[in-house]
Structure formats: structure tokens, C-alpha cells
């Protein structure tokens, strides 16, 4: 799980599946992170209307996952981290919660 950390990665599906990664995407563009996520084969991108709500999200069984209400409360095992859309790919830094 670390070793994806502060790094330029390319697959978002085959990176972040089961990772225990919470991804906080920072803008309200999400334009890039649908392109992404279609480009990888990401499956429930109806999805995307959640993960707007509060720009969180995660990848399990190769589907957009959001989160909603109290749900981090109950993912203490989970990382978040901010994602940034870099040109051939992306990169995750850890935030603190």
C-alpha cells in the first residue's frame, strides 16, 4: 500500500483495487477523473454523482465507490490520500484525516 505513495502510477483500477486507499480528489472538475476511470474499465461510474458530493472515493472489486455520511467512521484500516492528475497518469500523497 505504501509503495503506491508519492509516485507516478498509471492504472488507476489495477493500483487502487482493494488498497484500502481513500482517494480525495480536490476540484470540481471531474472531467479528467471520469476519463480516467473509463480509459482503466472502472465499472459503477454512476458512482461519480456520489463522489462529487464529497469529492472522496475508492476503488473494491473494480468499481467506483463512494462515501457517504459516517462511512469513514467505520474505515479506520483505510488510508485517504489526495489524488493529482499528472500526464500520462497520476499520483497519491497521504493526508492526515
Known sequence: MKTQLNKELYN???DLNYSKIICKYNTKDFSQLLL???HDNC???????YVQLNNMFYIENC???YIIGDDLDYMTDYIMCEITFTKRGYS???VKQ
Request: proline share 0%; charged share 30%.
Open 12 to 14: 488507476i483500477v489495477e
Open 36 to 38: 480516467t476511470l473509463k
Open 43 to 49: 465499472n459503477h461510474l454512476y458512482n461519480l454523482k
Open 63 to 65: 468499481d467506483l465507490q
Open 92 to 94: 497519491l500523497k497521504e
